[in-house]
């Protein structure tokens, strides 16, 4: 059997208006689903584009990438016998879900190493640039460098985790003139060239935010993980706009200015994250085109999952590893590479938009960046619902300000205890005395993020550093401070309370809720995600 | 009645004057297996497997197989390039490539070792889809054999060597599979094959246990000017890496490649004793003359 190609000519997404004829529409529910019916005259659908055609020869638009790159030289003529080179890359929270192997920083590694080797490098250092995120296992590692790679430089050690909480493996690089410091791996700031191999899923990704926030650690990005850079970024996807990345890019000027050499390598994927067959395939079709065979494979998957344990749920979902295909590969100075893999995740995921909405509805699925093969926690519903989702868009939130926004998710109470230690202190301490962001951040955060305890797990076990929850409600202020409400659909009712939003059973009370915000019959609008799209909001 | 099975049994005699006319051979590489690529034939194939090939190199090679990333996105027919130590170098690829690969694919098996009578020559197309083709030689036949295969869809599993290795060493490519390369314009994909040999070496008719490898490499095309006899010398390079890249991982081999350091597959030019010695206590495993530490510590 041949693989299945593509569609060759993809639909772009598009905004439905929900009519009689419409059926009922799938929200993702966690690690399940919900078909709920929208209120006709009143509801529209925002739909994501089709997934584009990738790259027939990936091995080969790397290879040209590498000998052609934008506004730098390329890199063969970079490496040199006896220099150091150190080769950077995103961690497990990229992509999402984890793509089918092989993974494409596999593929650029490769492609890195055979022009090292070429060239007679020997010193070279592979890190994970997790920043302040949990330490990959070596299988996850094997993933996302794959076999020859992990063989070869993992048993002698230098195939490794960024640790940012190693007193003597990080320096300061120096200090943007609003006073932010720049910190940076020892190992990659004194490396003669960095090369850096990202993923961009989303348009957030990349560029600067790729260094200076992958290889630093607590002093370097609590400069922009804090609540006024993230309440003045609207939004985080959008780069123009965003004071985040504005933060990243002043680092970047002193990484330019006293740092080591960054060789950029970003490549983009498309929305491939179910597959054009298989079980998951129904999740990427629109509704009316499900055939009898998907509304037999959904009603099953969805019957088998109502079933089983969660615990066996979160196995089936998280062993999915999407079949993505590579869209483009450029690599050379930050920036100007930056700018051409941003219109690259635009043209597949940006989704016109007319006018905003009174409610605003959502599907939250099993996954974050932050629970890849983990628990997703109630702090992490809130962060995919009011960090992520509603913060890709363009231009200005699909809601209005004083709107009311309703997710689904049956948000447990659980936390996985090896990768969310901090977390778990946090939702029980902090968040059972305050739920405003600058509270917490001004009473907290200093506290959790020098712990000795949450350091020593960050630094030995797998566990996200003991100032990551805070961020994570930092990642929501924005959201937080526009929304009049959130809602949560068949949630832990205590845990949903716990967060500050309110608990329906039903869509219908959900909607009925809101309109003691936002007044009777309110324009809804439903953000039909994943796979991925951004709305690009006008008027 | 005697008379009779002698008149069934006993060939006419050719009277004087009369040319006999020759009969077309239908075995050797003249054997036709287009019956053997019907839809009923590969269910038995896949059958044969299934029921007997993974599990027989399941259990007598617990086979280790790296590389399938560099060939998950083939699509349309290859030549799969092997180097060659044992039968069980065929039962080790029907058993580890893909399955979407080994539906359709044929193996170019010596017309006079697979196919030297009707019998034989049925049991080797049906079992592992072989396909007649000379050793010795580069012939017209082989090649229509071969061609036909790759121009049907089929991948074609061809080990350039001729023949399985007599000492444990590689011997040197032959250009057919470089020919039809460049003749039917698909890409050829390098294996290296490693301990088959201490299963099933020449010579031996009962196979015992011992891990086994299969390195799969990157697919390579033969270039629009590129002469078949060189693009076969790239091809047992390549394989040559392949075999450093089991020994001494990916990232040494790529080093020792671009230093043109990549031990010779086919071992030193010496007598049979020093070549064996060479290879090491395991075939694969090359025998390091001064860079193995002592095996008593260091005083």
């Known amino acids: ?539 | 009645m005697m008379g009779w099975l002698r008149f069934i049994t006993q060939p006419p005699a050719t009277p004087k004057g009369v040319t006999k006319p020759e009969k077309t051979p239908k075995t050797g590489v003249h054997y036709d297996t287009t019956w053997a690529h019907r839809p009923a034939a590969k269910l038995i194939r896949r059958f044969g497997v299934w029921s007997f090939f993974k599990p027989a190199i399941a259990f007598y090679g617990n086979p280790r197989v790296i590389g399938t990333d560099r060939i998950r996105d083939l699509d349309g027919p290859v030549i799969f390039a092997a180097n060659h130590h044992s039968h069980a170098d065929t039962s080790l690829l029907l058993a580890t490539l893909p399955s979407r690969l080994r539906e359709d694919l044929a193996i170019a098996a010596g017309a006079d070792y697979f196919f030297p009578n009707r019998i034989l020559g049925a049991l080797s197309a049906l079992f592992i889809g072989a396909i007649p083709i000379e050793r010795t030689r580069i012939s017209k036949l082989s090649l229509r054999n071969s061609q036909k295969a790759l121009e049907e869809g089929r991948s074609l599993l061809i080990f350039p060597e001729g023949g399985r290795s007599p000492d444990g060493w590689s011997s040197e490519h032959k250009p057919g599979a470089a020919y039809l390369a460049k003749r039917c314009g698909v890409p050829v994909i390098p294996i290296y094959i490693d301990g088959t040999g201490s299963i099933l070496p020449k010579g031996k008719n009962w196979p015992k246990r011992s891990r086994c490898a299969v390195v799969f490499g990157h697919p390579m095309t033969i270039g629009d000017d590129e002469n078949p006899r060189d693009f076969a010398k790239t091809v047992e390079r390549r394989v040559a890496e392949l075999a450093d890249e089991f020994g001494t991982g990916w990232w040494q081999a790529r080093k020792n490649a671009y230093r043109n350091t990549t031990p010779e597959p086919t071992g030193p030019e010496a007598g049979a004793w020093r070549r064996r010695w060479a290879l090491g206590p395991k075939p694969g495993q090359r025998r390091s003359s001064s860079t193995d530490k002592p095996p008593w510590p260091e005083l």
Request: aromatic share 8%.
């Open chain 1, 1 to 539: 059997m041949k693989k299945k190609k593509p569609v060759a000519n993809p639909r772009p997404g598009f905004v439905l208006e929900v009519d009689r004829q419409t059926p009922p529409i799938l929200f993702h529910h966690g690690e399940g689903f919900r078909l709920e019916k929208l209120p006709v005259g009143r509801s529209r659908v925002v739909y994501p584009g089709e997934p584009l055609r990738g790259i027939a020869d990936p091995d080969g638009a790397i290879r040209d990438a590498l000998l052609n790159p934008i506004d730098d030289d390329p890199l063969p003529s970079l490496l040199k016998p006896g220099m150091k080179l150190t080769i950077a890359f995103d961690d497990i929270s990229l992509p999402l879900p984890p793509m089918q192997r092989p993974d494409v920083r596999q593929r650029i590694i490769e492609a890195v190493l055979d022009m090292a080797a070429e060239a007679g490098v020997d010193d070279v250092h592979l890190i994970a640039a997790l920043c302040l995120h949990r330490r990959m296992t070596d299988t996850e590692l094997r993933h996302a460098v794959g076999d020859r790679v992990f063989e070869a430089f993992h048993p002698h050690g230098l195939l490794y985790n960024h640790d940012a909480e190693d007193p003597d493996g990080m320096v300061i690089l120096g200090h943007t003139e609003k006073g932010e410091t720049v910190q940076m791996s020892r190992r990659a700031a004194e490396s003669d060239l960095v090369v850096y191999v990202n993923i961009n899923l989303v348009s957030m990704d990349g560029g600067w935010k790729s260094t200076a926030t992958g290889l630093a650690g607590y002093e370097g990005v609590r400069a922009h993980h804090n609540v006024h850079t993230l309440r003045h970024s609207r939004s985080f996807m959008d780069q123009e706009n965003s004071e985040l990345h504005r933060s990243n890019w002043r680092q970047g000027d002193v990484i330019k200015a006293h740092g080591p050499r960054i060789f950029q390598i970003e490549s983009t994927l498309n929305t491939n994250t179910f597959g054009h067959d298989g079980p998951m395939a129904v999740l990427q079709k629109r509704e009316w085109e499900w055939s009898i065979a998907d509304r037999a494979a959904f009603t099953a998957m969805a019957a088998g999952l109502d079933r089983m344990p969660s615990s066996a749920r979160r196995k089936v979902f998280h062993s999915w590893k999407a079949p993505y295909d590579v869209t483009s590969v450029q690599a050379g100075d930050v920036e100007a590479v930056h700018k051409r893999t941003t219109e690259m995740v635009y043209a597949q995921h940006l989704v016109p938009v007319q006018g905003q909405t009174d409610v605003l509805t959502m599907g939250l699925p099993y996954l974050t960046p932050y629970n890849v093969n983990s628990i997703m926690n109630p702090i992490l519903v809130m962060v995919q619902g009011l960090g992520y989702f509603f913060n890709l868009y363009r231009g200005k939130p699909l809601v209005r300000e004083g709107g009311v926004l309703i997710m689904s998710h049956p948000t447990p109470w659980e936390f996985h205890p090896v990768h969310h230690p901090s977390y778990i202190d946090f939702f029980e301490q902090v968040l059972a005395d305050t739920t405003d962001p600058v509270e917490i951040e001004q009473r907290y955060e200093k506290q959790f993020a020098e712990d000795e305890w949450y350091r020593h797990l960050y630094r030995t076990s797998h566990a996200y550093h003991g100032v990551h929850p805070f961020y994570m409600w930092y990642w929501g202020s924005h959201a937080m401070q526009y929304l009049a409400q959130v809602i949560v659909v068949g949630g832990n009712e205590r845990a949903v309370r716990r967060l500050g939003f309110k608990p329906a059973t039903t869509l219908a009370d959900a909607l009925e809720m809101a309109t003691d915000i936002v007044g009777p019959k309110p324009t809804i609008t439903h953000y039909h995600n994943p796979p991925i799209l951004m709305a690009d909001v006008t008027g």
